[in-house]
């Protein structure tokens, strides 16, 4: 059993070195320099912030509305966010307010476009590369499992699991109380439990 | 803790989010329940298979793009073509601007609410973003903040009649614009709040002016822009800066009235005066 003390210590980004991009406790580091400076107009401080960033965003994206509409609506965020940035008051992480315009963008695309959550990513397998074929099979599993997530419990646990968000910061990422990511949670897990069973796999 | 206590609090518990009294009061119900630990271990599995996803790379010509679309954005933001320094975000409601003409145009849109339903947190925080996305266009490039709206919320085009007949009350554009203006469009759009008409329009001097008619006040529309409120041919009017333009609501019956893209407080008082006045002849 994977105890929460375990879990604690031995937090989900640190067994995670295979990950290129930056998650958000390394993000936190951004200083508030490059972001003052961004909010002056300076584009090298807008492509540092791009840089740091980036990848956060379009893997985000890539989950919540496929990868066919992952680059624009990246692009999407960051020229909102670039066009805002002097609405950017620090009361939040810089992060965790681009998180928040990458969740609000991606479920009005799924609003727009009125795509079945599921159709997403469901013949979009992302990485046949490397690992065991159990692993790889697995992954698959569980891409196909989020793509059947309603878009506000999968953006969530996406905010928890892959992007390693503490609660405070996901409940300000959704505009949620904090409760309310728990119980989102506890909903995500135990419908991802169920997808993945429809799909095949044993617990 | 019974079974059901621990379930609500076992995200929370997994996660490391529980306060200690709690997390110990949990760890406690665990040792001794194999279902609510079966549960967990379910969990710790999702975390592992989490763990070991993809990290899909962005493509590299990313930035490019979005550099070339910043550098648009500033070759598309000259400094206005009045004798009037751009207003900083901060103190962009210097109340002499109210007086003051501004640049070219001016965008026209009627916005009729057609269905009473209120709407949850995040349509309301999609509905700011893209406001403030056709509003910062609006400034620029009132017809690409036009396409954008009709992207957003599924525009089509129609006729005042129709959008009355989809609406069942007469939109007040139906009592035609004031003198030097006419109706250029006319759509239906898909609102988070509601289904609106939207009638975009053009003055002789070039200029669009937006009017929004819908049953609630959308204060959300506008962000934390300042605001100030004021008497228009006699209505109690709120008015908010946006750039170089004015936007301003009243209420109209029982629904608000909201022009978006007015130059100046004369400009607003015009329409105030034309849309609230009796109906013409014919």
């Given at each position: 059993m994977t105890s929460a003390a375990l879990r604690r210590n031995a937090?989900?980004?640190?067994?995670?070195?295979?990950?290129?991009?930056?998650?958000?406790?390394?993000?936190?580091?951004?200083?508030?320099?490059i972001v003052a400076a961004a909010q002056r107009g300076d584009r090298d401080a807008q492509r540092e912030l791009y840089e740091l960033s980036h990848q956060n965003v379009y893997r985000l994206m890539v989950r919540m509305v496929g990868l066919q509409d992952a680059d624009d609506l990246t692009q999407q965020v960051f020229l909102q966010a670039f066009r805002r940035i002097d609405q950017f008051s620090g009361r939040s992480q810089f992060s965790t307010w681009l998180y928040r315009l990458a969740v609000n963008e991606s479920l009005q695309h799924l609003r727009r476009s009125k795509r079945a959550q599921f159709h997403v990513l469901e013949h979009e397998p992302m990485d046949h590369s490397s690992g065991h074929s159990d692993n790889v099979e697995q992954k698959d599993l569980l891409e196909r499992a989020l793509a059947r997530l309603e878009p506000d419990l999968r953006s969530t646990f996406l905010l928890r699991e892959v992007e390693d968000l503490p609660y405070g910061e996901i409940a300000l990422a959704l505009d949620v109380p904090e409760g309310t990511v728990g119980s989102r949670l506890n909903r995500a897990r135990r419908e991802l439990k169920q997808h993945l069973i429809e799909l095949g796999w044993e617990p | 803790m019974n079974c059901s206590e621990v379930q609500?609090?076992?995200?929370?518990?997994?996660?490391?989010?529980?306060?200690?009294?709690e997390q110990t009061a949990v760890a406690a119900h665990l040792e001794g329940c194999s279902a609510c630990g079966e549960e967990l271990a379910v969990f710790g599995k999702l975390s592992e298979m989490s763990a070991s996803l993809a990290d899909p790379q962005a493509p590299t010509h990313l930035w490019?793009?979005?550099?070339?679309?910043?550098?648009?954005?500033?070759?598309?933001?000259?400094?206005?073509?009045?004798?009037v320094a751009p207003p900083s975000r901060s103190q962009r409601f210097p109340p002499r601007l109210f007086a003051i003409a501004a640049t070219v145009l001016?965008?026209?849109?009627?916005?009729?609410?057609g269905y009473k339903i209120w709407f949850s947190p995040d349509e309301h925080d999609h509905l700011a973003i893209n406001f403030e996305h056709y509003l910062e266009e609006f400034d620029k490039d009132p017809e690409k903040a036009q396409?954008?709206?009709l992207a957003k919320y599924d525009g089509r085009p129609t006729t005042v009649q129709e959008a009355a007949a989809k609406l069942q009350y007469e939109p007040v554009i139906a009592k035609g614009l004031p003198s030097g203006c006419s109706l250029k469009?006319?759509?239906l759009l898909d609102m988070p709040c509601?289904?609106?008409?939207?009638?975009?329009?053009?003055?002789?001097?070039?200029?669009?002016?937006?009017?929004?008619?819908?049953?609630?006040?959308?204060?959300?529309?506008?962000g934390d822009r300042p605001s100030i409120d004021c008497l228009c041919d006699g209505k109690p009017t709120n008015i908010v800066q946006i750039d170089d333009r004015l936007a301003a609501t009243w209420k109209q019956g029982n629904r608000y009235i909201t022009i978006i893209g007015a130059r100046d407080l004369e400009d607003v008082t015009r329409f105030v005066a034309h849309l609230s006045g009796p109906k013409p002849n014919g």
């Open positions: 937090p989900l980004a640190a067994s995670n070195t295979s990950r290129g991009a930056r998650k958000w406790t390394q993000m936190q580091d951004t200083t508030a320099e | 609500e609090r076992l995200s929370a518990y997994f996660d490391g989010e529980l306060a200690d009294e490019n793009d979005l550099e070339a679309k910043l550098d648009n954005d500033e070759d598309h933001n000259p400094m206005p073509s009045v004798a001016v965008a026209v849109g009627l916005g009729v609410a396409r954008i709206l469009d006319v759509y509601c289904t609106c008409a939207q009638a975009v329009c053009r003055c002789d001097d070039g200029q669009h002016i937006a009017v929004f008619e819908h049953d609630l006040d959308q204060p959300v529309w506008f």
